[in-house]
Each structure stands twice: as C-alpha cells, then as structure tokens.
C-alpha cells in the first residue's frame, strides 16, 4: 500500500549531474525524515543524506559533502537528490527511504519504508 519510487537515474560521465527523484504514494509521509542511501557492487549499503520534514536540517556523508544537495518539496510528497561533480565511485544503486525518527539518522535499520532503487553508472 505504501509506495516510494525513485527516477532519474542513468548513465553520466564523471564530472557531470544527475538529480535523482522519489515520490511517495499511499500515504503522505507526514513529519517523516526522508534519506538516501546507495549500494555499489560488492559493498554495503551506506547512507549518503537525509532531509527532516521542515527541511530546517539536512545531513550528509563526508564522501559526498559539497557535491551532492538533499531537498523535499512536501506538497509535492517528493524527495530530491541534486548530484553535481560526479566520480566514478559514486556508481552504485540509490534507495530513497522514510523514517519516522528525526535528527541525523543515518542506520538504514532505523528506516521502515524503502524504494527499489535506481541505477546510477558515473563513467571514467
């Protein structure tokens, strides 16, 4: 019934953007943090941001701090991930997720409600 997916994902040379977006049907998220995680081949899946329902904190992992913007248009119900500079070591695939707690959540274990995920290959 509850529903997150994720588009714009794609194939884009280093040094280009893509923006990554997740819309959520089902139900409206209300006062929901809203993060994004990825998973290359091989490796975990990690925590790259997250946005609180006011949008008045934003958080991010040092690998993609200065490159990557994380924003939310609630009315909308969408989630929006503005990736800039990209690095071949960012390919991987991208979930969006909701969670009900607030602050700096960044264990994916503490995220109920997850997309399928979207690919996104950076090449050399």
């Known amino acids: 019934q509850v529903q997150l997916v994720e588009s714009g994902g794609g194939l884009v040379q280093a040094g280009g953007s893509l923006r990554l977006a997740c819309g959520a049907s089902?139900?409206?998220?209300?006062?929901?943090?809203m993060g994004w995680f990825r998973q290359a081949p091989g490796k975990e899946r990690e925590f790259v941001a997250s946005?609180?329902?006011?949008?008045?904190?934003?958080y991010y992992a040092d690998s993609v701090k200065g490159r990557f913007t994380i924003s939310r248009d609630n009315a909308k119900n969408t989630v929006y991930l503005q990736m800039n500079s990209l690095k071949p070591e960012d390919t991987a695939v991208y979930y969006c997720?909701?969670?009900?707690?607030?602050?700096?959540?960044?264990?994916?274990?503490?995220?109920?409600?997850w997309g399928q995920g979207t690919q996104i290959t950076v090449s050399s």
């Open positions: 997720a909701a969670t009900p707690y607030s602050g700096r959540v960044t264990n994916e274990q503490l995220y109920p409600n």
């Open positions: 089902g139900r409206s998220f209300s006062g929901y943090t």
């Open positions: 946005v609180t329902w006011s949008a008045d904190y934003t």
